[in-house]
């Protein structure tokens, strides 16, 4: 064979899939693009040189941490791009960075943040989650399951047999998934047809597969802390695996190729034939908080230091090999973090400190920033009243 | 000027002040060779994907530091290279847990036009697929290999030549199966 023969062999290797490959990789290049900021850098470079100084200041934080006993966690975080432990804080939530709209719980219920910041109440619920698409919400309080449009108008009402402790609503609007005492059971998206998937399960909140057509695959883990995938609508086992820690967290790839099991110091993902594509384990020191992954194999994680008084959020790459590289800090607080959710075009993270009374909201594009918002608590009262405390995130959405 | 005609130097600029379009004309002029080269080093399509999307997405966050004097595509072909010669050597020292799962469904075949020459290059390894997939798709010269993968440009050219009589053993012996 002569070079121009291998020369032409080797470009004749292209096919319609690569095609689709393309189109997934540009949509993923595309979002982490933004026109604003490159043409912003590249006219008004000093505008990074804060970042600078910034970055120096997390190195010297970091190396003073690495000569401590917390080396083993310092060395797992790679870098860090953003750090702030007291950014500049706004007494209001003026809006939300990005859009889109947030649902909240609060102790006195949920409540939506619209894209402007102003906060509508949907009752008196212990909880609730969305729809997919936005246009419901499904509330629960004691044995009551309930969907309601964004006005709090209730659209059904269901009575479980014991308390409702979690719900969500399936990718494709069709079914809700919720646990109710330590059953694990169904219910169509108008509220017909409530059967139950599995008599005894742990109190994690089930997965819904995304992307699996007109097929309803919920991951759970089972009484024994075993992480299965059934077909809600069959019951059928699609498959059951034994981690080797029970997760208290599970999270699909958006994509839904990937199921990520989080447990207090590990970080599992397997396949969608449940096979382990890669494990990750927290070094001593530290633990594994509330996470959320976002398109292009992105997972945001809290990271709850033990001996000390400060969390991280974190960003790893997960794809579809396992962990692309180490975790990468965005931020380093000293207080409890609780949750963690990603605006809807996945460049804004907001994390939630109830011990500060503090939302902070992290834009992970470079340059990174900082924008944080305090007295939470005070902005979710309804009709004035005093609460107990500041709101859980419960999702952005679009 | 259309951007269809517009040089990588001219593109790569557009998208730094901001132009979509611009950057989308780099990707969509780019990522049919940056993508063959992975999965031809990678052998994997899933691997492949991933290893020029990230390619791309670190390329991106890498156009500030670009230097437009220099050609874009051996800049972006040198950091596929390099990362799917890193994810074939993780992959090899992986293993994958049994489960007591519902068996898993065949892969779906590849459908590739040359099977011959895709088994044949299977048989080399990464860091031989790696030198002839940048000598003979993407036409780097040997110095510009050495210094895309940071090797002596004597490794290169040994590589070079082992693997393509590897590679030609190898098709003799697919076309006799």
Known sequence: ?398 | MSERDRSDAALVRAAREGSEAALEMLFRRHWPSAHRAAYLVCQDRAGAEDIAQEAFLAALRALDRFDRRRPFAPWLHRIVVNRAIDWTRMRAGRRETTTAAVPEPPAQPLAEPDDELLGALAELDADHRAVIVLRYLQDLSPGEIARALNLPRGTVNSRLRRGLDKLGRQMARERVR
């Open chain 1, 1 to 398: 064979m002569t070079d121009a023969e291998l020369r032409e062999r080797l470009r004749a290797t292209q096919t319609d899939a690569d095609r689709d490959a393309e189109q997934r990789a540009w949509q993923i290049v595309r979002s982490a693009y933004s026109p604003a900021e490159a043409s912003s850098r590249h006219h008004r470079f000093r505008i990074t040189l804060p970042a600078m100084a910034c970055t120096v200041a997390i190195v010297a934080v970091l190396l003073a941490v690495a000569s401590s006993p917390r080396d083993a966690l310092a060395r797992w975080i790679r870098d860090a791009i953003g750090l702030s432990t007291q950014p500049h804080s706004r007494p209001v939530l003026g809006g939300l960075p990005s859009g889109g709209q947030l649902l909240v719980n609060s102790p006195a219920g949920p409540w939506i943040v619209h894209a402007d910041g102003s906060p509508s109440y949907l009752g008196p619920y212990t909880a609730a989650a969305w729809s997919p698409h936005s246009l419901y919400v499904v509330a629960w309080h004691r044995a009551e399951l309930a969907a309601l449009d964004p006005n709090g108008r209730v659209e059904w009402v269901l009575t479980a047999g014991a308390k409702v402790t979690v719900a969500r609503w399936s990718p494709d609007g069709y079914r809700i998934s919720y646990i109710a005492g330590r059953s694990l059971d169904i219910v169509a998206g108008d509220g017909s047809d409530s059967h139950q998937l599995a008599s005894h399960v742990k109190p994690v909140t089930p997965a819904w597969q995304p992307h699996t057509g007109s097929a309803h695959r919920i991951a759970f883990v089972d009484q024994l802390g075993d992480i299965e995938l059934r077909n809600a609508d069959t019951l059928a086992l699609l498959w059951r695996i034994k981690p080797p820690t029970p997760p208290r967290q599970l999270l699909w790839s958006p994509d839904g190729t990937r199921l990520l099991a989080i447990a207090a110091r590990q970080l599992s993902i397997y396949n969608t034939h449940g096979h382990l594509i890669a494990t990750e384990t927290i070094p001593s020191g530290g633990t594994a908080g509330p996470a959320a992954f976002a398109a292009g194999d992105r997972i945001a994680l809290i990271l709850h230091q033990i001996d000390e008084p400060a969390d991280s959020v974190v960003l790893l790459d997960a794809n579809r090999q396992g962990f692309k590289r180490a975790p990468e800090a965005v931020l380093t607080a000293p207080e409890y973090l609780s949750g963690i959710d990603w605006s809807p075009n996945h460049q804004w993270l907001l994390a939630s400190s109830p011990s500060a009374n503090q939302w902070i909201f992290i834009r992970v594009l470079t340059p990174t920033r900082l924008n944080a918002v305090s007295r939470i608590a005070n902005q979710f009262r309804p009709h004035g009243k005093r609460t107990a405390g500041p709101p859980t995130l419960a999702g952005w959405q679009p």
